[in-house]
């Protein structure tokens, strides 16, 4: 019940605004996408820089697996820089001109941002993990920290 009082309380703050705050809030949002955005162009490339030492298959089809991984959740950063660049550009719209007829779309519109979002970092910090215990088990089993050392 409590939750629900704070819950039409957040709505009623949305509905009145202010819609300055949600457009700050969406810049914070685009500055971390673009974070993890330029930190899985890093575990790209981790990756790339041991794939060619690789002989085992079993650690290529592990490492092929990860890479679809990596691609997918970079798709899903991209995508996400693009919806909340023109959910911001929205709230802009209505920092200038309140339209209450726009405001409860924004809101739904929003909300499903966060969401997703909120997916996003979780799949971001899985493959992130999986990659470096990927990246260091490779190096192991490949020898590849000897062949590096020289």
Known sequence: MMSDLDQNKDFKFLDNGPWDELYVLTKHWVSDLEFYRDDLMFLNHLIDKYFIWLTKPENLQMIKELKIGLQETNIMVHDLLEKVGKHRNRIGLLVEDPNKKD???IIKEHEHLEEEIVRFVKSFRLNRKET????EYVMESEELSNM???
Not at 132 to 135: I, N, R
């Open 103 to 105: 405001a409860s779309i």
């Open 132 to 135: 470096f215990k990927l990246t």
């Open 148 to 150: 590096i050392k020289g």
